[in-house]
């Protein structure tokens, strides 16, 4: 085997590798067995030192808001967990709409599974206790898509109840509004 | 005659022994399972009868000795004369094949008729909903002050005509119970329903027979059926609320319990633990096996399980928490006092 | 315009066969006109039905090794309890593929690339009536299978099972792609099917030999135009379900959806409606072999001509009426269920009629026990025990224990592959040396066919068994201590045999292939018109076009045919008879060798795996496949006027 079509052949690999859906379709039932937590903290008014932008997302939690598993098990977190008691299905009632641009505590998902877990002021639950980690990174990877920032192949277009908000698939993503701004 | 007997003896020994096995569907240990016994008794003779007819004819036809005289072929320039016996034998075999099939059709009938009958008049009611990969069961009495809330298991009184109805809180699955009667699907959206008249004292199995996802081989039901005494006995115990702790240990693992993830998800009744995730509680102890069938119920099994579902049951809904070896300890103790 | 008036008007110097053009001169200028250009670009644009069919088989059959494979990885975590040599996942994964592969991409291709290829030849014509339409549908069932395993390699297989049950498949319980990978191949699969049946019903009602009226044509093509019926009526059933299902995941649509008044039964009626007539598509074109086996084999034409056609056209209507018969255990009520147990057991009846007739042919001719023939002699001994395992759960009680177990994967491979795959095997061996005029090796026919028989019986009788003790289908595992045990080792033995058995027979074509010893245009002294021409058979097939007077021309004792003349040489020139009567009716023009099928193929296929991620790739991807589409039916140049025949 000449060494061009081994490196020719090696590229097509990589190729497919790239279309491969590792993220979108691996199914990680199992978390992390240790070490795996949600950071605490990571509130958006939290200043670091430097060029004062937030460390990059970890690689474990980039693997969660992508990951259709991971978001069809937040799914049925959502309702399992009653989050439709105060934020409805997006919408928000007693507790602030999720599909807004208006994110107080931050919208990435580090920062979405902090408030999770940590719980916030004027009656969100702490859950740390109470959920697992993954579950908790679960349920920030479902909350993500109710903005529309998760890609379009990875939600799934309704779920098997009444119908109570336009198709996750057909939705426009809403920017990510920074915590600090005007528009807030 | 030795070769003879042996393979009359294996081929003998092959349905006996689908009369063993705690799920079998040859076991007639109900009015329905029973009736199903003795149908498939009928069409298996009337099959097999059938099958030796044609196999043998078949052979004759292929090995039959013929006369140089009677050649069809090509030589002879005859290859489409007929026997005149050849018209009679296909009226004769279309009349035996629209009556043999009409006779099985008949009876047939007659067991449906049968299982209908079984069904009128029943005496209890247990309402079943399926989810992945458990069963809720809940007995429905006319009181609801006796509601009785159980999961992947069943208790029936022995000669009582009992009526489950069933629904799913997700997919598609079935319920069925082999030695006792055949399988229902489970279908959202729609109320089915199931009859089982027990005969026969003993401990069966049942499992979900519809895929329904990634466990579907591991949602078993665990069934007990009983002397009416023994089930008012076990009725009466259902109702009580769970048994308070009494050592240390235990009064750890109820704090544990009921404040921690258990209690998102478990419904532990008389306790704080009012989760409707997942499979109720309250008399787990009672129960032959942990997860729906997955593993039997003993102290190592429920450590494993609590420690880490995921190994055992990969896919299931219960996360693998990190629980520390203490905390662990003190939840298996409580967990064993709830009988 | 009066007779005489037209052979004025027709141009005298096209060049026709006749009395005057005849022998080795008029087969070199049919070989020029009707041979496709060399090279990649000549081997894209084929529209040969022979290459065709010989594509269609070779890809089905390499889908099939690959199935068998994943059945044998699944045995071996079966053969023992508790077992976890596969992760559930990964076992939901392979009988999915399994079951898609066998059913999609082996079982109804196989069946159609057989059709494709000995239609045209048993019928006497040059080629089928689309030949493009025919390339075109190759190609589709390619991507498509292409498409499923691709998605396999790269962890987007679907794992539902082949029949896809919602809600399990729809958006909430199935995330990721996996569902839409399988409903589009769904899609191209459905197309390809389609297209062929299309082309095939065509081809048999207005391209047949003069002289080959319906009650004359061989029982094959009789098979081949009830199954390319069928296909028609009932293949739309699963691409509608296959369609809503993508339109439920991707767009939020509520076909499926119980709580906004959608049914999850409506899939299952949907797919089974489908379902049942497909597994007929599948076993009929089985019983066409027997017939062709049987009749060459015991030197006697078939016996009950008309009870064997009427029988095919009976169990092809019977069987739209059979499909609830998978949903007994659903809940619906039971008298509708009585219907559909009574409508079961009847079309036990045409085939009790087909299984008389053939026992009737051997009794009155002499069988000779040549590796078809034991085929056949396998296929009666297997798929009569399936049959009747079908008529015990036809019945309501019955079924309603044994639906879902392994008492229904018995009965499902014992009609399958004892009424499908047997005869198959049993047909590649027969028309082997039609194909490739060499014949394969009588020995190693012989061992692979005790091989695969014995070893089926051990890898799927036992399965009644353990149905009964009630293991249910579709698990990855079954708990130690339910007597489960032997069965399922005994199985996973019998399929190791089957899978020896197979690599023999494979082992035995490629030997052949090289190595087997020639054969000449009629080796088994078969009755039917293909085999009169060559082995392998020109590009032309036959040099002129046969006259038919019976039902088995080639032992009708004259040394050679009547034949047509007058057809043109220069350039690809076909003869339309009537539909019933073959009298000879009109010509028509054939067509060359066009790349547009590939083209469109390329095109639809863009558009429908991008039409997983996105609806717009429907709407984007139609210019280009109006573009390919376009092109491909541009007019040419006028054709020739429909002329009168002169025989």
């Given at each position: 085997?000449?060494?061009?079509?081994?490196?020719?052949?090696?590229?097509?690999?990589?190729?497919?590798?790239?279309?491969?859906?590792?993220?979108?379709?691996?199914?990680?039932?199992?978390?992390?067995?240790?070490?795996?937590?949600?950071?605490?903290?990571?509130?958006?008014?939290?200043?670091?030192?430097?060029?004062?932008?937030?460390?990059?997302?970890?690689?474990?939690?980039?693997?969660?808001?992508?990951?259709?598993?991971?978001?069809?098990?937040?799914?049925?977190?959502?309702?399992?967990?009653?989050?439709?008691?105060?934020?409805?299905?997006?919408?928000?009632?007693?507790?602030?709409?999720?599909?807004?641009?208006?994110?107080?505590?931050?919208?990435?998902?580090?920062?979405?599974?902090?408030?999770?877990?940590?719980?916030?002021?004027?009656?969100?639950?702490?859950?740390?206790?109470?959920?697992?980690?993954?579950?908790?990174?679960?349920?920030?990877?479902?909350?993500?898509?109710?903005?529309?920032?998760?890609?379009?192949?990875?939600?799934?277009?309704?779920?098997?109840?009444?119908?109570?908000?336009?198709?996750?698939?057909?939705?426009?993503?809403?920017?990510?509004?920074?915590?600090?701004?005007?528009?807030? | 005659?030795?070769?003879?007997?042996?393979?009359?003896?294996?081929?003998?020994?092959?349905?006996?022994?689908?009369?063993?096995?705690?799920?079998?569907?040859?076991?007639?240990?109900?009015?329905?399972?029973?009736?199903?016994?003795?149908?498939?008794?009928?069409?298996?003779?009337?099959?097999?009868?059938?099958?030796?007819?044609?196999?043998?004819?078949?052979?004759?036809?292929?090995?039959?000795?013929?006369?140089?005289?009677?050649?069809?072929?090509?030589?002879?320039?005859?290859?489409?004369?007929?026997?005149?016996?050849?018209?009679?034998?296909?009226?004769?075999?279309?009349?035996?094949?629209?009556?043999?099939?009409?006779?099985?059709?008949?009876?047939?009938?007659?067991?449906?008729?049968?299982?209908?009958?079984?069904?009128?008049?029943?005496?209890?009611?247990?309402?079943?909903?399926?989810?992945?990969?458990?069963?809720?069961?809940?007995?429905?009495?006319?009181?609801?002050?006796?509601?009785?809330?159980?999961?992947?298991?069943?208790?029936?009184?022995?000669?009582?005509?009992?009526?489950?109805?069933?629904?799913?809180?997700?997919?598609?699955?079935?319920?069925?119970?082999?030695?006792?009667?055949?399988?229902?699907?489970?279908?959202?959206?729609?109320?089915?329903?199931?009859?089982?008249?027990?005969?026969?004292?003993?401990?069966?199995?049942?499992?979900?027979?519809?895929?329904?996802?990634?466990?579907?081989?591991?949602?078993?039901?665990?069934?007990?059926?009983?002397?009416?005494?023994?089930?008012?006995?076990?009725?009466?115990?259902?109702?009580?609320?769970?048994?308070?702790?009494?050592?240390?240990?235990?009064?750890?693992?109820?704090?544990?319990?009921?404040?921690?993830?258990?209690?998102?998800?478990?419904?532990?009744?008389?306790?704080?633990?009012?989760?409707?995730?997942?499979?109720?509680?309250?008399?787990?102890?009672?129960?032959?096996?942990?997860?729906?069938?997955?593993?039997?119920?003993?102290?190592?099994?429920?450590?494993?399980?609590?420690?880490?579902?995921?190994?055992?049951?990969?896919?299931?809904?219960?996360?693998?928490?990190?629980?520390?070896?203490?905390?662990?300890?003190?939840?298996?103790?409580?967990?064993?006092?709830?009988? | 315009?009066?007779?005489?008036?037209?052979?004025?008007?027709?141009?005298?110097?096209?060049?026709?066969?006749?009395?005057?053009?005849?022998?080795?001169?008029?087969?070199?200028?049919?070989?020029?006109?009707?041979?496709?250009?060399?090279?990649?670009?000549?081997?894209?644009?084929?529209?040969?039905?022979?290459?065709?069919?010989?594509?269609?088989?070779?890809?089905?059959?390499?889908?099939?090794?690959?199935?068998?494979?994943?059945?044998?990885?699944?045995?071996?975590?079966?053969?023992?309890?508790?077992?976890?040599?596969?992760?559930?996942?990964?076992?939901?994964?392979?009988?999915?593929?399994?079951?898609?592969?066998?059913?999609?991409?082996?079982?109804?291709?196989?069946?159609?690339?057989?059709?494709?290829?000995?239609?045209?030849?048993?019928?006497?014509?040059?080629?089928?009536?689309?030949?493009?339409?025919?390339?075109?549908?190759?190609?589709?069932?390619?991507?498509?299978?292409?498409?499923?395993?691709?998605?396999?390699?790269?962890?987007?297989?679907?794992?539902?099972?082949?029949?896809?049950?919602?809600?399990?498949?729809?958006?909430?319980?199935?995330?990721?792609?996996?569902?839409?990978?399988?409903?589009?191949?769904?899609?191209?699969?459905?197309?390809?099917?389609?297209?062929?049946?299309?082309?095939?019903?065509?081809?048999?009602?207005?391209?047949?030999?003069?002289?080959?009226?319906?009650?004359?044509?061989?029982?094959?093509?009789?098979?081949?135009?009830?199954?390319?019926?069928?296909?028609?009526?009932?293949?739309?059933?699963?691409?509608?379900?296959?369609?809503?299902?993508?339109?439920?995941?991707?767009?939020?649509?509520?076909?499926?959806?119980?709580?906004?008044?959608?049914?999850?039964?409506?899939?299952?009626?949907?797919?089974?409606?489908?379902?049942?007539?497909?597994?007929?598509?599948?076993?009929?074109?089985?019983?066409?072999?027997?017939?062709?086996?049987?009749?060459?084999?015991?030197?006697?034409?078939?016996?009950?001509?008309?009870?064997?056609?009427?029988?095919?056209?009976?169990?092809?209507?019977?069987?739209?009426?059979?499909?609830?018969?998978?949903?007994?255990?659903?809940?619906?009520?039971?008298?509708?269920?009585?219907?559909?147990?009574?409508?079961?057991?009847?079309?036990?009846?045409?085939?009790?009629?087909?299984?008389?007739?053939?026992?009737?042919?051997?009794?009155?001719?002499?069988?000779?026990?040549?590796?078809?023939?034991?085929?056949?002699?396998?296929?009666?001994?297997?798929?009569?025990?399936?049959?009747?395992?079908?008529?015990?759960?036809?019945?309501?009680?019955?079924?309603?224990?044994?639906?879902?177990?392994?008492?229904?994967?018995?009965?499902?491979?014992?009609?399958?592959?004892?009424?499908?795959?047997?005869?198959?095997?049993?047909?590649?061996?027969?028309?082997?040396?039609?194909?490739?005029?060499?014949?394969?090796?009588?020995?190693?026919?012989?061992?692979?066919?005790?091989?695969?028989?014995?070893?089926?019986?051990?890898?799927?009788?036992?399965?009644?068994?353990?149905?009964?003790?009630?293991?249910?289908?579709?698990?990855?595992?079954?708990?130690?201590?339910?007597?489960?045990?032997?069965?399922?080792?005994?199985?996973?033995?019998?399929?190791?045999?089957?899978?020896?058995?197979?690599?023999?027979?494979?082992?035995?074509?490629?030997?052949s292939l090289f190595r087997g010893a020639p054969a000449g245009p009629n080796p088994w002294d078969a009755p039917s018109l293909e085999w009169a021409a060559a082995s392998p058979p020109r590009p032309y097939n036959f040099a002129h076009i046969p006259v038919v007077e019976s039902r088995t021309p080639l032992w009708d004792g004259a040394d050679s045919l009547r034949v047509v003349h007058g057809l043109r040489v220069d350039e690809p020139e076909l003869l339309l008879t009537t539909v019933i009567s073959a009298t000879p009716d009109l010509r028509e023009p054939g067509v060359a060798p066009s790349l547009w099928p590939f083209v469109s193929t390329v095109a639809v296929a863009v558009a429908f795996v991008c039409s997983i991620f996105s609806p717009w790739a429907l709407v984007f991807g139609a210019v280009p496949i109006g573009i390919a589409l376009t092109a491909w039916f541009w007019p040419k140049k006028p054709p020739p006027e429909g002329e009168p025949v002169i025989v």
């Open positions: 085997m000449s060494s061009r079509f081994r490196n020719s052949a090696a590229a097509a690999v990589a190729l497919l590798a790239l279309l491969g859906a590792c993220d979108r379709e691996s199914r990680n039932s199992r978390g992390q067995p240790l070490g795996e937590t949600v950071p605490t903290g990571a509130s958006p008014d939290t200043i670091y030192p430097g060029n004062s932008q937030p460390p990059p997302l970890s690689a474990q939690a980039a693997a969660y808001q992508n990951n259709a598993y991971a978001i069809s098990q937040g799914q049925q977190l959502f309702t399992q967990m009653n989050c439709v008691g105060c934020h409805s299905h997006g919408g928000g009632g007693m507790g602030p709409p999720l599909m807004d641009p208006k994110w107080r505590y931050g919208g990435r998902i580090d920062q979405i599974a902090a408030s999770i877990a940590e719980g916030r002021p004027n009656g969100m639950p702490a859950w740390r206790t109470k959920l697992t980690s993954e579950q908790i990174w679960q349920l920030a990877a479902y909350v993500r898509s109710l903005s529309g920032q998760v890609p379009k192949d990875a939600v799934s277009a309704r779920a098997d109840t009444l119908s109570n908000t336009p198709p996750q698939t057909q939705q426009t993503p809403e920017p990510v509004l920074p915590a600090g701004s005007a528009q807030q | 005659m030795k070769p003879v007997r042996l393979t009359v003896s294996v081929m003998a020994a092959i349905p006996v022994s689908g009369c063993a096995g705690i799920q079998t569907a040859l076991g007639g240990q109900a009015v329905q399972s029973s009736d199903f016994v003795s149908l498939f008794t009928i069409f298996m003779v009337v099959c097999t009868l059938m099958y030796f007819v044609i196999v043998g004819a078949l052979m004759w036809a292929v090995l039959r000795r013929r006369r140089e005289s009677e050649a069809c072929t090509v030589e002879t320039g005859k290859h489409e004369v007929s026997t005149p016996q050849s018209r009679v034998a296909l009226i004769a075999w279309t009349s035996v094949i629209a009556v043999g099939l009409s006779a099985l059709a008949v009876a047939s009938f007659f067991t449906d008729r049968s299982l209908a009958a079984a069904a009128r008049n029943p005496k209890l009611a247990i309402t079943v909903t399926a989810h992945q990969w458990w069963w809720d069961v809940q007995y429905t009495p006319v009181d609801p002050s006796h509601i009785i809330r159980t999961a992947n298991e069943l208790h029936l009184p022995v000669g009582v005509p009992t009526e489950i109805t069933l629904k799913s809180d997700d997919v598609i699955h079935s319920f069925w119970i082999p030695k006792l009667a055949g399988k229902q699907d489970v279908i959202p959206g729609r109320v089915t329903d199931a009859q089982i008249l027990p005969r026969q004292i003993g401990q069966y199995r049942g499992q979900c027979a519809e895929f329904c996802g990634a466990e579907h081989a591991n949602m078993a039901l665990d069934v007990t059926v009983e002397s009416m005494a023994d089930f008012k006995k076990w009725a009466a115990a259902q109702l009580q609320p769970a048994t308070a702790p009494t050592t240390p240990l235990a009064a750890a693992g109820f704090n544990y319990v009921t404040t921690r993830q258990c209690s998102v998800c478990h419904n532990i009744t008389g306790t704080p633990a009012n989760g409707q995730v997942g499979p109720d509680l309250t008399h787990f102890a009672s129960r032959k096996t942990i997860a729906a069938g997955t593993l039997p119920l003993t102290t190592g099994n429920l450590y494993g399980w609590i420690a880490d579902p995921q190994s055992q049951k990969p896919g299931s809904q219960m996360p693998t928490m990190q629980i520390a070896p203490q905390d662990l300890h003190a939840i298996v103790a409580y967990l064993e006092t709830l009988k | 315009m009066t007779p005489a008036e037209k052979a004025r008007a027709r141009p005298a110097n096209v060049p026709r066969d006749g009395p005057d053009l005849t022998g080795p001169e008029l087969e070199a200028r049919l070989h020029k006109t009707w041979s496709r250009p060399r090279g990649l670009i000549g081997w894209l644009s084929s529209v040969d039905h022979k290459e065709i069919g010989i594509r269609y088989i070779v890809t089905a059959l390499v889908f099939f090794a690959m199935a068998g494979l994943l059945a044998l990885h699944m045995r071996l975590q079966l053969a023992t309890p508790d077992s976890n040599l596969m992760t559930p996942e990964l076992y939901n994964e392979s009988f999915t593929m399994h079951g898609s592969t066998m059913m999609f991409l082996f079982a109804v291709p196989v069946m159609q690339g057989m059709q494709i290829y000995l239609t045209p030849l048993m019928a006497g014509t040059r080629n089928m009536a689309f030949p493009r339409l025919t390339a075109f549908s190759y190609w589709m069932y390619l991507s498509g299978g292409l498409m499923l395993w691709i998605s396999h390699v790269l962890n987007v297989s679907p794992d539902n099972g082949w029949f896809s049950y919602v809600p399990l498949a729809g958006p909430q319980y199935s995330p990721g792609k996996r569902a839409d990978v399988w409903a589009q191949m769904i899609t191209f699969t459905e197309v390809a099917a389609l297209a062929v049946a299309v082309t095939l019903t065509a081809t048999i009602l207005k391209q047949r030999a003069p002289g080959m009226t319906l009650a004359r044509m061989p029982i094959f093509l009789w098979s081949t135009l009830v199954t390319s019926l069928m296909v028609i009526f009932s293949m739309p059933s699963v691409a509608l379900a296959s369609s809503m299902l993508i339109s439920d995941r991707s767009v939020g649509t509520q076909f499926f959806n119980p709580a906004e008044n959608g049914d999850a039964l409506l899939w299952q009626h949907l797919f089974w409606f489908f379902g049942h007539p497909e597994v007929y598509i599948i076993f009929l074109p089985g019983t066409a072999f027997v017939s062709e086996i049987v009749v060459t084999f015991c030197r006697r034409s078939i016996h009950g001509y008309s009870v064997v056609a009427l029988s095919l056209v009976a169990t092809g209507i019977l069987a739209f009426g059979l499909w609830v018969h998978h949903m007994f255990a659903t809940g619906l009520p039971r008298v509708g269920y009585s219907f559909f147990t009574a409508a079961s057991m009847s079309v036990a009846i045409p085939t009790g009629l087909q299984i008389f007739c053939w026992i009737a042919t051997m009794w009155e001719g002499r069988p000779r026990l040549t590796v078809p023939m034991l085929y056949v002699i396998g296929f009666i001994f297997t798929f009569v025990i399936g049959g009747l395992s079908g008529v015990i759960i036809a019945s309501v009680p019955l079924d309603l224990q044994l639906t879902d177990t392994y008492f229904i994967v018995a009965h499902l491979h014992y009609v399958l592959i004892g009424g499908s795959v047997f005869p198959l095997l049993g047909a590649i061996t027969y028309w082997f040396p039609k194909v490739t005029g060499r014949m394969m090796s009588e020995r190693m026919g012989k061992v692979a066919f005790w091989t695969i028989f014995l070893g089926f019986q051990l890898a799927f009788f036992p399965m009644h068994i353990s149905g009964l003790m009630g293991m249910p289908r579709r698990v990855f595992t079954y708990p130690a201590g339910m007597g489960l045990e032997l069965w399922n080792m005994l199985s996973t033995i019998g399929a190791f045999v089957v899978g020896a058995a197979v690599l023999l027979f494979v082992v035995n074509l490629l030997a």
